[in-house]
């Protein structure tokens, strides 16, 4: 799946600036701190139109998640999803709420419920509540 955050605003950074910053993010509870900083940015200018500063995070959180604890992805993918459907790119929003969920087994038999589930399959149903013909999935 591409994840073209560049086209959402987000400046390319030079090479030895990128590496520089991605070099940083080797702690344990990096990428919380970092979902966390893209979740409030997502909530206070995004929405509002505004949305440089939360594709910046939402990108530096996936370049966490890939390099250090791929395992823990989820939430950061379930806040991606949000950014992107509240910029009206519904598809992507889905792609990327439909890998959380397989990935957190949602349809398999006695998976574990968890608060990354209950949040991906709330923000999926919402999402979803909006299309008329979808709505019916959605319930």
Same mark, same amino acid.
């Given at each position: ?38 979740? /409030? ?5 995004? +929405?509002?139109? *505004? ?8 990108? $530096? @959180? ?21 950014? /992107? ?5 519904? +598809?992507?929003? *889905? ?8 990935? $957190? @087994? ?34």
């Amino acid at each position: 799946m591409e994840l073209d955050l560049e086209a959402e605003g987000v400046d390319n950074l030079d090479e030895v600036d990128e590496e520089r910053l991605f070099g940083t993010l080797n702690g344990d509870n990096v990428g919380k701190a970092v979902t966390n900083l893209a979740e /409030y940015l997502l909530m206070t200018q995004a +929405m509002k139109g *505004e949305i440089r500063n939360a594709a910046f995070w939402f990108r $530096l @959180g996936l370049k966490y998640y890939e390099r250090c604890k791929p395992e823990q992805i989820d939430r950061h993918l379930i806040m991606l999803a949000l950014f /992107y459907a509240t910029r009206d790119k519904r +598809m992507m929003a *889905e792609g990327l709420y439909r890998q959380v969920l397989d990935k $957190l @087994g949602h349809d398999k038999q006695g998976s574990a419920l968890n608060y990354n589930l209950v949040m991906a399959l709330n923000f999926y149903g919402r999402m979803l509540m909006s299309f008329e013909k979808r709505q019916s999935e959605a319930q």
